[in-house]
């Protein structure tokens, strides 16, 4: 316990706020286990594995309640509404896996910094003082901590921090990153554009049964279905009749009454895919790893996700195998039908923009997009004024067509565009360029802002890799 606080009087200017800095930048990683360690079998008798190290139930427990408190200083009374949205579960493992890589790097927090940091909240201060009676009694009633349990969890905060600070010292960006940042953030575009949608020309194609026989032939590893798994599985939201029930599950018949006594009932899911999400239950990444290593009829360690607890059995694994053909015979012409007609949007969107080009070459002001589209039996149209990540109506997001416009001069007929929906050409319509006044008043506080941004998707990729390191 940091009995300094308990003198200190004097509130220190908030440095960082971790709940701002960082939780945005998790990347979420799915449920966590709650498995209290079975005594009857020591292969439950911790959680999992980060980097090579065993975290125990107690660890990650404590973990688990730190990132309660970390949102419930993020969203105070709003907690309640979006505790749903959080997954604590998945951010306590990243809590535990971000903390054993700062001690890995020999990362430390002082003492004197722990007090700094808890003065500085403004919710144990009275007017802008910190208060050691409104310290005591948050702890008390909203975080129900014991004072050395909430220190230890900023000290693991500033660790956290911290490495948050080495990991991103080095990211900058120049003023001409920061001119088109600010660019996309504010200037706003129209165009023309000429579309080429496969969805149109598909209602056209209607192949015969030879042709789609020997597409499937042709192409049998693309209709390839993936390992695929049947589970059983219990849920309930009361803890306690998880935990009674799941020293039992080799004893069929005392388990079976177990489950009458309790009233519980198994759920089966049907075979799924590993790429989806479990039926009934949802997705559990950490749930179909271990799908691969349990044994049929074997049980997995009880399950948290949400408000509900899981146990959860493998009833049946399926190898990857390719379906017979008369299976799925209109999912392969569906397949032949999307191909066919992406071909045929990308060789008339393609001939149309061979002619603009040569149109715009010989006299910039001959180019009609709507007279090209027609000639090509294609659609056109023009949009209203939009910004970089916004959504146009009927097409999608804005960003492509928004980064097209940058280096198109007036009347200059785009390159054939391709997105999700379809390919496209677009010319510039209108364009509204950002204020330079204004800029200039807000440059400072956007490259601000700006660098934070990076930070945090550097942050977020690290993350990411370290997650994956700990998984090999």
Known sequence: MLKKLRNKKTAKKVWIVL???IVPAFVLWGAGSFTRGNKEDGRYGYVGKILGKKISTLEYNDALEAVR???????????AEVQKYLNLESQ??????????AKRRGIKAKDREVIEMIESYPFFQRNGRFDERIYQEMLKYAFRAQARVFEEQVRQNLL?????????????????????EYEKANEQVSVYYIAALPADFAKALTPADNEISAYFTD?????????????????????????????????????????????LEIKETGLFAETSAIPGIGWLPQVTELLFKVKIDQ???????DKTYYLIRLKERKEPYIPEFDKIKDKVKEALIKERSTDIAKKK???????????????????????????????????????????????????????YTKNLKE?????????????????????????????????????????????????????????????R
Not at 92 to 101: N, P, S, V
Not at 299 to 305: I, Y
Not at 392 to 400: K, R
Request: proline share 4%; with cysteine.
């Open 19 to 21: 709940a701002v800095l």
């Open 69 to 79: 408190n970390q949102a419930f200083i993020q969203f105070g009374d709003n907690l």
């Open 299 to 305: 049980f997995l360690p009880p399950l948290k996700m």
């Open 92 to 101: 306590a493992w990243e809590r535990i896996m971000l903390l054993t890589e």
């Open 349 to 403: 969107i393609g001939e149309c923009y061979e002619k603009l080009k040569q149109d715009y070459a010989s006299n910039p002001g001959t180019v009609d997009i709507e007279r090209a589209a027609a000639a090509f039996g294609l659609k056109s149209n023009s949009t209203s004024m939009f910004k970089y990540g916004s959504y146009i109506e009927g097409i999608g997001s804005s960003d492509a067509f928004w980064v």
């Open 219 to 263: 192409n049998k590893l693309d209709f390839k279905e993936p390992f695929s798994f049947n589970l059983e599985y219990i849920a309930s939201e009361s803890e306690d009749k998880v935990k009674a029930i799941f020293p039992y599950v080799k004893k069929k018949e005392y388990f079976n009454k177990l489950l009458k006594d309790t009233k």
């Open 160 to 180: 956290i921090s911290k490495l948050f600070g080495q990991v991103t010292d080095a990211v900058k960006f120049d003023d001409n990153e920061q001119r088109m």
């Open 411 to 471: 009347n200059e007929p785009s390159k054939v565009i391709s997105l999700p929906s379809g390919f496209y050409i677009i010319k510039i319509k209108s364009r509204l360029p950002v204020d330079e006044k204004k800029f200039k008043e807000e440059a400072e506080d956007f490259g601000k802002k700006l660098l934070l941004q990076k930070k945090q998707e550097h942050f977020s990729a690290f993350v990411t890799e370290l997650k994956k390191s700990s998984q």
